[in-house]
Each structure stands twice: as structure tokens, then as C-alpha cells.
């Protein structure tokens, strides 16, 4: 056995020698920290220095093209001429360095633009595109991209599935401000939560002065390694424009140009199917242009009536049902809503509000904690708030806000499954919000359900066809909110007998009806016969119970 080892033995004046010097220490400690805490600060670093871009790449963001399961673009910027920026690319390998890749196994391909922009720090920043081709559905590869001398990291992304696979996404409101210290945060903590993700939608405002070189260095610094390995959706905000749309916009985000055509809505309003989803991004920027907006409309409604996707989610910036302050947008909801509403969007994704909110039209209400109809929601990544306005513009315009929250820092966590598409939104510090689940089934109809609290899983939430009766009448009873296919048990029971344990006869519940499942999207509807043991005049209820449910129907009164 090993012995701890004994320390050396101190001298007298070995030991003085210890103290004095121990002394000194902590009178230099208290002498000169201090001191050094209340000099002057040391001067900012320069902007220009922090950001300025050199041979080795910077700003790598993953560009997903029409083709997401056989070909990748991918944009950087660096100090390399059109005729020397290149990307090199394989199968993703066991091991790299000394590890040498088979020979044939890299290929190398030429950057198809090369573009310069001038900044506002004096000196050009060069974005370049590559697009990888040739690739296999499904599968992982790895990528860096340089001037053949000055190389980034070998980074590695996985292609599309080559038809529908169940997937994750990201999706973010506006970071706009405090870029360099709040919002990194996020970014990484929504990554860390779903490091499996395919997709980072940003629904605009990603900086706050469009042609900032400062600012859009602190969104590609917040974001770091992520945006080189997951693909990006992003749409502008109005503060991507500024006299124009920003000169950094299409260098940095070299987007499918499948969009209505006109030259001022390239790569800002474009579309791409990924694994089941119709993603497209609209271009709200345009609201006062006429022209633009019916372009974008007439385009819309092509893709949502030839749409052989399950599921569409579309973003923009400017919301139709605002949440804060007295902003409207008349235009986008006019003209957008309505073609949401008719083909079904399960989806819409937008920003610009600053606060967080959801919701959906009162009309498609089914119950307390469920709707049928398209999910708006409005989001904030950023540090800068602004202060909710109490749902009027949801309230005046026929819809209804769900959940709110303000002065918090928001990401959102979107699961894509066969039948289902989760939700999910969590403050900055990782804790949970807001969340609900969109069922659909093969005829296209849907539910959209809030997740299940305490509180939202009782009460009188089964509707009823009637509430006068008679014995032995046929009733219809509507409910929702549950698993498909989870069993639940029907009550008939007396109002004044249930709060002591149940109608008479027929047990604690009252006088069972029967059992039947939930289907694919978490309906019950069932129709019923009013029990002939019934006495007249009184007031029954009919009781739905299951594992996750109790909840009753309004009072049903027997007549005779």
C-alpha cells in the first residue's frame, strides 16, 4: 500500500523566511488590487480588429438548396480570390489528421461566387458559396472550406432523408440586440437541447442596422461552430433593409431563387421541402407595395394547393396578430391568413414584437385546450423588449392569444413526426414556457392540443348536443385532448349526487355508459343513450374519465 508522503521538515529560519514572505503577499494583495480595480478601464477593442477577416474562413453557415438530400451549399467569408476559394468534402470518416482519407475520397469543388462587400469598418468582407453535389440521401459528411493553403475545421452535416423522416428544428424570434452578450446564450442552449437538429429557422431581425460589419460578425460569433453543421432558414426584417435590402444579405445567404420572380423579392422570399415539410419564407417588408404583396400571394397559394408534403410551416416578420404595443398589418393578414386557414398551414413562425405570443382563430375552438386551425406564433431571442398589449389585435380580429409572455429571452424546439408535430417554448435559461401537439391524419384534418397541466386535464370541457332530455333520447358527446387510442370511460351521473361520490344507481361515477377509444387525433365522439333510470326534474352531467382526463359536460336536464 502507498503511504501518503510526509512533508520536509521547515527550519526555523526557513519558517521566518515563510512568513515574511507570506506577509509581503498579502500586503501587495490588498495594496495593489484595488488599485488596479479603480484605474482607468483599458480602451475597447477596436471593432475593426475584432472582426476583420484574414485567409483562414469565418462566418461558415450551412444553405440548404432545393435538393436538401443529394446536394448542400455552404457560404464563408475569408481573404481568397474567386479562383482559389474551394470546399473539400467526404463520407463522414471514422478518424482524421494522421488518418488519411482513401484515395478518390475527397472531392473538391470550385466556389460558384465569390463576392465582396464594403463595410462599415473599413475594409471588404469576401463571402463565398459552394454547393456539394452528387451526395447520398441520409447520410453524414464531412466538409471545410478555404483557398486550398488556409483551411477552417473539418465540419461535419448530415443530407435529407430522400423522402419523409421524423426531424427536429429551431426556431428563433428576433436577436436584433445585445447580439455579443445575450443572445449567444440561447443559441447555445437551444442547440444544447437539440443537438439533433436539422434546421435553424430565424424569422428576421437577426441584427439591428442592416449593414453593420460589427453586428452581423456578433450574429455569426452568437451562433459559432452551430450554423456550420445545421442548415438555415432565414427570412429579413425591417432591419434587414435600410434603403434597400442589406448588401450582406444574399453574399451571406445565397438562398433558392425559386420565389415569385421579381428581382426585389430574390432569396428573401424563396421555398424548399425538407423530409415532410413545406418550409417557405415570405418577404413582409413589402406590406405598402402592391405589386409585391399580390406576387407573393398568387405564389403562396400555388404552393399550398400543389403541396404533396403532410406538413407546411411558413415564416415572415411582421406578424399577422401583433401581441405588442398598437402595430397592425392589415395587408398580411387580409391577403396571408386566409390562404393559411384554407390549405391548412400547421404552422406560421414570425417576429418583429419582441414579446412572445400564440394563439389561433376563435373559430376553430373545439375545446378548452383545443383548436383545429393554424398555429400563430410570435417570438423574441434577443435582449431588447417590448411590453404586450393585451391581445387586441388578436381580439379584434377574430383570434384568440393563447399564451404570452414578456421580458424574456425565447428559443422554440419543433419535433416533426409521422402524425404529430411538438412544440415546445423555453426561456433563455433553459425552463419551459409554452407548448402544444399538432395531430393530423391522412384525411388532412387536425387538432392542435395543448400540452397537459394539472389544471387544463378537469373541468367542463365535453360538449353536449342537447341539454333538455329525455329517457332512453339519443345525445351526442363531442371531446378532445387525448392520446389516440387511450381508452375512456363514459358516466352518466346525477350534478347533485356527484360531489358525494356519484349518481345513483351505478356506483361512485353515477350509471356507466360504456368505454370507447380516443382516434388518431385524440377525439371522442360518441353518441348516447340517456339512461331509462333517469328521474325527471333532475340535473345530470355526463363524466368522461381516462388516465390523463376527468372532465364533464354543461348540466343536462331531465324533463321526463
Do not use: C
Not at 245 to 256: T, V
Not at 513 to 525: M, N
Amino acid at each position: 500500500m502507498n503511504k501518503p508522503r510526509k512533508s520536509w521538515p521547515v527550519r526555523p529560519r526557513q519558517a521566518k523566511l515563510a512568513a515574511v514572505g507570506a506577509g509581503a503577499l498579502l500586503i501587495v494583495g490588498f495594496a495593489f488590487g484595488p488599485a488596479a480595480v479603480g484605474a482607468a478601464a483599458p480602451p475597447v477593442y477596436p471593432a475593426a480588429e475584432v472582426h476583420k477577416p484574414s485567409p483562414i474562413p469565418d462566418r461558415m453557415i450551412l444553405i440548404p438548396t432545393t435538393t436538401p438530400a443529394t446536394s448542400q451549399r455552404v457560404s464563408w467569408r475569408a481573404q481568397a480570390t474567386a479562383d482559389t476559394a474551394q470546399a473539400e468534402f467526404l463520407e463522414a470518416p471514422r478518424a482524421l489528421g494522421q488518418v488519411a482519407p482513401a484515395a478518390g475520397a475527397v472531392k473538391t469543388v470550385r466556389a460558384l461566387a465569390s463576392t465582396p462587400v464594403n463595410t462599415t469598418l473599413g475594409y471588404a468582407s469576401t463571402y463565398h458559396t459552394a454547393e456539394l453535389t452528387g451526395l447520398k440521401p441520409g447520410t453524414r459528411y464531412t466538409y471545410r472550406v478555404g483557398d486550398g493553403t488556409n483551411w477552417s475545421a473539418w465540419t461535419d452535416f448530415t443530407t435529407a432523408a430522400s423522402g419523409f423522416e421524423p426531424f427536429s428544428f429551431i426556431y428563433y424570434g428576433d436577436a436584433q440586440n445585445y447580439i455579443d452578450s445575450a443572445v449567444p446564450r440561447v443559441f447555445r442552449q437551444a442547440f444544447a437541447d437539440r443537438p439533433q437538429a436539422k434546421m435553424i429557422v430565424n424569422a428576421g431581425d437577426l441584427i439591428d442596422s442592416a449593414n453593420s460589419e460589427e453586428q452581423w460578425g456578433q450574429w455569426f460569433k452568437a451562433g459559432g461552430f452551430i450554423d456550420g453543421q445545421v442548415n438555415n432558414v432565414s427570412i429579413p426584417g425591417n432591419h434587414e433593409y435600410s434603403g434597400g435590402l442589406s448588401a450582406f444579405w444574399r453574399p451571406q445567404f445565397p438562398y433558392p431563387d425559386n420565389g415569385p420572380g421579381n428581382a426585389e423579392l430574390k432569396q428573401t422570399a424563396y421555398t424548399l421541402d425538407y423530409q415532410g415539410v413545406r418550409f417557405i419564407g415570405l418577404d413582409t417588408n413589402h406590406q405598402s407595395n402592391a405589386a409585391l404583396m399580390a406576387a407573393q400571394t398568387s405564389w403562396l397559394e400555388g404552393l399550398l394547393k400543389d403541396n404533396p408534403n403532410k406538413w407546411t410551416v411558413v415564416t415572415f416578420h411582421h406578424p399577422v396578430y401583433s401581441t405588442t404595443g398598437t402595430r397592425n398589418n392589415p395587408n398580411v393578414r387580409s391577403q396571408w391568413a386566409p390562404l393559411f386557414e384554407k390549405y391548412g398551414v400547421d404552422l406560421v413562425l414570425q417576429g418583429h414584437d419582441h414579446s412572445y405570443g400564440r394563439g389561433n382563430q376563435v373559430a376553430a375552438r373545439k375545446s378548452t385546450t383545443v383548436h383545429n386551425g393554424v398555429a400563430y406564433v410570435v417570438s423574441v431571442s434577443g435582449g431588447k423588449m417590448y411590453a404586450l398589449n393585451g391581445g387586441e389585435n388578436w381580439t379584434g380580429n377574430g383570434a384568440e392569444v393563447r399564451s404570452t409572455s414578456e421580458n424574456t429571452q425565447l428559443y422554440q424546439l419543433i419535433d416533426v413526426a409521422g402524425d404529430s408535430i411538438t412544440f415546445e417554448a423555453r426561456y433563455a435559461n433553459g425552463e419551459h414556457h409554452d407548448g402544444f401537439v399538432v395531430r393530423k391524419n391522412a384525411k388532412g384534418e387536425r387538432t392542435v392540443n395543448d400540452l397537459r397541466t394539472a389544471e387544463n386535464t378537469v373541468g367542463e370541457q365535453v360538449t353536449v348536443d342537447k341539454t333538455t332530455v329525455r329517457r332512453l333520447e339519443q345525445v351526442r358527446v363531442s371531446a378532445y385532448g387525448y392520446d389516440p387510442g387511450e381508452q375512456v370511460t363514459v358516466w352518466w351521473r346525477d350534478q347533485d349526487d356527484a360531489s358525494n361520490g356519484g349518481g345513483r344507481p351505478g356506483g361512485r361515477n353515477g350509471t356507466l355508459i360504456g368505454e370507447v377509444k380516443a382516434d388518431e387525433l385524440g377525439r371522442v365522439q360518441q353518441t348516447i343513450s340517456v339512461p331509462a333510470g333517469v328521474t325527471s326534474g333532475h340535473t345530470y352531467e355526463v363524466y368522461l374519465e381516462s388516465e390523463h382526463q376527468k372532465i364533464t359536460s354543461p348540466a343536462v336536464k331531465v324533463t321526463q
